[in-house]
């Protein structure tokens, strides 16, 4: 059974560790959002891309789910004496990450490339690959102006109402070919519980949406009780106007799935939902967790026709 | 009294820290080698710099004489785990200068006023300046052909045999302005112990020579009983046919000195030289033996005419 999971960070990450306990090496790809890399320091930064592989190399710090444990913190701490910038918490171990990509990118290595390379490094035995190896950068129209993602995210900390999304680059970016060789060899696409508006949009944005259409294509909502897990996903829901729910998930992605899985606490909520939706337990905090919600997913698809 | 020291790596930071025990911060300038400058992992690092720095501010590793106190090792680790150039042993708190230092290049400021910039956030009250804000760098010519200071220095071991030395980028360095200044209005320069070929040379290469020539210059040998107290000096002098001594660093600097420092292991030897001589313990394992050793220095200047 051949898998590709469509991921943005932390909780995309979660979901393809669970794949990654039942599937093979060769049964599983990631295609990750790049729509939040930057450059940072001058240092070419991949935050979902470091955030999947972390996970799936069992390299992740648990409890923030980004970045790598039994970090450090000595770098940024004097970067922070000298005065420089300091909002974006680069650790030790992780900056090594940073470094050592910029540097083949200068090399005139790929994202692709790269990212292989370091799974190998890593351990990690299943395919991770960029939507892209073009830059495609998502940009948030707020109430006060257009903000480059992280400059949003880490470094606004949400805070700026959103109007709008776009993502530059779009026009000359191709799909990594790594990516869309594993979108047109997928028995199914998983589309992880990652921010629909700034995870997985980019990474639909890039693949031609021909070759995903036609699949078995199952989204998780990262809408729990209209929350999100982690995350301004509930937030842009709101201020785009939509109530966030597992509901207005299911429309954001009407185009593109055929199945929805919605966590139990929207049990109810699932009854309208007019797709195929499977309610279960959808919070992840530990590997169990993760392995019970692929399993259990990986079996919806089996249902779909 | 207005003193400029000349100042490569460990020994030259050794006596400047003493140095700047005696004198306020407005009577010394320390004038740095950046000959051995380099572009590495996409940074540019400033070894001399750094260890100058570092020591007058309390921050340099005692055991070492370079790089950080309290140091940690986390992302030169893992970008050896990345198979990455490990060779260079960039320590997680001197990563933040070199990287700091590199953004505020590329934002168009010059070294010196970046150093300025450090000097101040690390608490140094004595100036210290670079040579040049152009870039110049020391090729050692080998019998293994022309290699890049740090090549020779870090990766090869000092190992390939020296034939020559040439600095790159001469015709168009200018010394800083700050260093320019301070040797104009300098009672006297004194040329710590450092490797005459590689640290001071450079320095003396760039200033103007009529500009230190004719002032009360004084240089402390870095030759111990025949041998460099730290690194490649007494290597070199023998692979260029120039028996390693006390005797030949005062010939080495005839042109330019009219006072010479060599440690009491070499009395009898300091009979020899032609000028005058301060006979005393050179060796500085500690702050009373930097001290006392730029005491004794700034005393004999003053008998100097």
Request: proline fraction near 5%; include cysteine.
């Amino acid at each position: 059974m051949k898998i590709v999971a469509l991921a943005g960070g932390v909780g995309g990450a979660k979901l393809a560790h669970g794949l990654a306990q039942i599937l093979k090496p060769e049964e599983l790809t990631v295609i990750v959002n790049t729509g939040d890399d930057f450059e940072h320091l001058g240092l070419y930064i991949s935050p979902d891309l470091d955030t999947v592989c972390y996970t799936l190399a069992g390299l992740a710090n648990p409890e923030t789910g980004w970045g790598r444990v039994d970090e450090t913190w000595n770098a940024i701490a004097q970067i922070e004496r000298l005065g420089g910038p300091s909002w974006f918490r680069l650790g030790d171990r992780d900056l090594a990450t940073h470094l050592e990509r910029t540097r083949l990118l200068k090399e005139g290595y790929t994202l692709t490339e790269i990212t292989r390379a370091f799974c190998k490094a890593w351990g990690v035995r299943h395919a991770v690959v960029p939507m892209s190896d073009s830059p495609v950068r998502t940009i948030v129209e707020t109430d006060e102006g257009d903000l480059a993602f992280q400059e949003y995210f880490v470094h606004r900390h949400c805070e700026p109402r959103v109007k709008g999304f776009r993502f530059e680059g779009l026009g000359s970016a191709r799909p990594a070919t790594g990516a869309r060789e594993a979108i047109l060899s997928a028995e199914a696409i998983v589309i992880c519980p990652s921010n629909p508006w700034v995870s997985v949009d980019p990474i639909l944005a890039v693949i031609p949406i021909d070759e995903i259409q036609g699949r078995r294509v199952v989204a998780v909502s990262p809408i729990i009780g209209g929350r999100a897990v982690k995350g301004p996903a509930a937030k842009m829901f709101a201020e785009l106007g939509i109530a966030p729910s597992a509901l207005t998930v299911a429309e954001h992605y009407e185009n593109v799935v055929n199945g929805i899985v919605v966590d139990s606490v929207d049990s109810e909520l699932a009854k309208q939902i007019r797709i195929p939706t499977l309610v279960t337990n959808t919070i992840m905090k530990n590997i169990q967790d993760k392995t019970e919600l692929a399993e259990k997913i990986l079996k919806f698809i089996g249902t779909l026709s």
